[in-house]
């Protein structure tokens, strides 16, 4: 027997379905999109990657350009980059407290752009991940001036994830999706460093 709670669930569900269904029915465009994961949180680069993932589960190419921290050593660059439809770049060489001379690192920053700024113009690349670009603006290593045409002027099936935390307003705008992952809790500040496989 149907209980009065099971028929006020179907009820929902029914009407939730409808919904759905209809916002499905309307979304009939594809097109490349511009997507931007910031805030203090953990997590923005690994949604990056999932995404790398996902990109390549269905037989398509993905460049990953990792810029400030990329002298460090992670998983990600250890499983992606031996991949044949990855592009792997390392266009930094490690966070500014580390490195400590900013001409260094703006000409790792630029040299790192240039590499990048091919593939957002070869429409064989399907997703273009620009980790921790946020910090070349917040640091004034590049200009949006010089970021913003390159992206806008990409094939138009090709989708582009920014990282990184403080996104600038042009970015967040510009962008079709935006997530502000927000720090709660890290292990870190309980004095537990960097673990393989989940921090790096």
């Given at each position: 027997?149907?209980?009065?709670?099971?028929?006020a669930?179907?009820?929902?569900?029914?009407?939730?379905?409808?919904?759905?269904?209809?916002?499905?029915?309307?979304?009939q465009?594809?097109?490349?999109l511009?997507?931007?994961?910031?805030?203090?949180?953990?997590?923005k680069?690994?949604?990056?990657?999932?995404?790398?993932?996902?990109?390549l589960?269905?037989?398509?190419?993905?460049?990953?350009?990792?810029?400030?921290?990329?002298?460090?050593?992670?998983?990600?660059?250890?499983?992606?980059?031996?991949?044949?439809?990855?592009?792997?770049?390392?266009?930094?060489?490690g966070f500014t407290?580390?490195?400590?001379?900013?001409?260094?690192?703006?000409a790792?920053?630029?040299?790192?752009?240039e590499?990048?700024?091919?593939?957002?113009?070869?429409?064989?690349?399907?997703?273009?991940?620009?980790?921790?670009?946020?910090?070349?603006?917040?640091?004034?290593y590049l200009g949006?001036?010089e970021?913003?045409?390159?992206?806008?002027a990409?094939?138009?099936?090709?989708?582009?994830?920014?990282?990184?935390?403080?996104?600038?307003?042009?970015?967040?705008a510009a962008?079709?999706?935006?997530?502000?992952?927000?720090?709660?809790?890290?292990?870190?500040?309980?004095?537990?460093?960097?673990?393989?496989?989940?921090?790096?």
């Amino acid at each position: 027997m149907t209980t009065e709670a099971d028929a006020a669930h179907r009820e929902r569900t029914r009407k939730h379905k409808a919904v759905v269904d209809a916002k499905i029915a309307a979304a009939q465009r594809d097109r490349g999109l511009l997507l931007v994961l910031t805030g203090n949180g953990k997590g923005k680069s690994s949604s990056a990657f999932g995404m790398v993932a996902r990109t390549l589960g269905y037989g398509r190419k993905a460049a990953v350009f990792q810029f400030i921290k990329g002298a460090e050593n992670v998983g990600e660059r250890a499983f992606f980059s031996s991949h044949p439809d990855v592009i792997w770049e390392k266009c930094g060489e490690g966070f500014t407290w580390e490195t400590q001379d900013r001409t260094r690192d703006i000409a790792a920053a630029r040299a790192g752009w240039e590499k990048a700024k091919a593939a957002l113009s070869n429409p064989a690349i399907s997703l273009v991940v620009l980790d921790e670009l946020t910090y070349l603006v917040t640091y004034r290593y590049l200009g949006l001036d010089e970021i913003m045409p390159a992206i806008e002027a990409r094939p138009e099936m090709q989708h582009v994830v920014i990282t990184g935390r403080a996104a600038d307003e042009a970015l967040i705008a510009a962008a079709d999706t935006v997530s502000a992952i927000r720090d709660v809790k890290h292990a870190f500040r309980d004095g537990v460093r960097a673990q393989e496989g989940i921090d790096r």
